[in-house]
């Protein structure tokens, strides 16, 4: 099917509509599906509905600025890209697009733990805005060798995420038949058929790409799918706070959890030497009837204080969804499958123009409603949330 133009995408929603058409019906419904009745991935984006803002004018708006501090540095802007998995499945390279992006807009991009590029050749490109996801895994001579190698290639934050003790059961992909290896029938034959610019690619370059992070554990020469299920057979370990303290001791730099909702993980998390939390239910992927992260924040902020960093995930689709968290209180956010759709529609211009969309709408927003910094005290003051009274004057 024939994609749109580059220069017809307007917003992120176009994005994923390109990457509809490009990409077999089996690999889309991977990336949008969410698990169960898909209740929270719908939620995730539905919250946002209910924040305003409330404009200052006669500012000097020419002076506004994106930037945003957190972990003791200052990025380009607030918002960075989640990690993703096997997103060189979906466009060959889509990990290194990620963090030529980052490079260039200078914010952070944190590389899935089952990603298709290695974090070394992503550290080449984007330095310390390359932070690496650890998928913690059984063996933990592998664990600490991953560390060792996050740390000699430079990588700005180790990301352990903490919210997959079980697979999830996303049941777009049941019906799809993905699967290590994955189930061919007629119908994802026909779909691949459907999709000849995907499928050709996907041919042309080897087939399940390997998963280069887990590489070296496997005798030379293994195959993308022996690498697969050998991450399976090791990976998504059981894990527990003694783990997260022994990653703790392994990892002198920043060390982030991503996927904490609860308020008494979020103290301990602190308690245990971590640097910052991400606040997320993972896009709505791993079950159905998981709480909204952005009702979680409250709590959170109260349990950890005012000073330690809050990011968070889940539906930001919008400038106006970043400024709305940041209005929260929430200290960096981070967007996933709109960079995954920018980059299978349209590889490096598709990431690119995702980011720009993202800036874009928040710095017109930004200048629109008199706020000229991400750093002000004074967020708050610019939000309403449309389901509270609104503030009246003294
Ligand atoms: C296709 C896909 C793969 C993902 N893989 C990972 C992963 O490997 N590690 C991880 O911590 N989170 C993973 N996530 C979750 C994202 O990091 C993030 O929490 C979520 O996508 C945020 O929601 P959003 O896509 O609505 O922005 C994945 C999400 C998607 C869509």
Redesign the pocket.
Known sequence: MFRLPLDTIVNTDDLERSARRYLPKMLYD???GGAGDELGLRE??EVFQRFRFLPRYLREVGACSMSKRVLGRDFGGPLGI??????GLFRPGAELFFAHTAKRYDVPC?M????VASMEAAAEIAGANLWY?L?TTADDAINADMIRRAEACGCGAL?I?V??PVAAKRERDIRNGIDIPPKLSARTVLDGLLHPAWTLRYLRTGGLPVMENWAPYLPKGASGLDVAKFSIEHGYALQTWDHLRRFRQLWPGALVV??IMHPDDARFAREVGVDAI?V?N????QFDRAASAIDCLPAIRAAVGADFPMMF?????RGSDTLALLCLGVDYV?????F?YGAAGFGQGGVDRAMEIFNEELSGLMRQIGCLGLDNPDLETFMVDSLKRYPRGE
Request: zero cysteines; hydrophobic letters at 35%; aromatic letters at 10%.
């Open positions: 991977w990336i949008a995730n984006r989640a990690p993703m998995g096997y997103a944190i899935s733990g089952v990603s996801q998928y990301v995420t919210d997959i991503k996927g991400i997320s993972h896009g709505g992927r995930d889940g539906g930001v689709r981070f967007s996933g499958r709109p995954l």
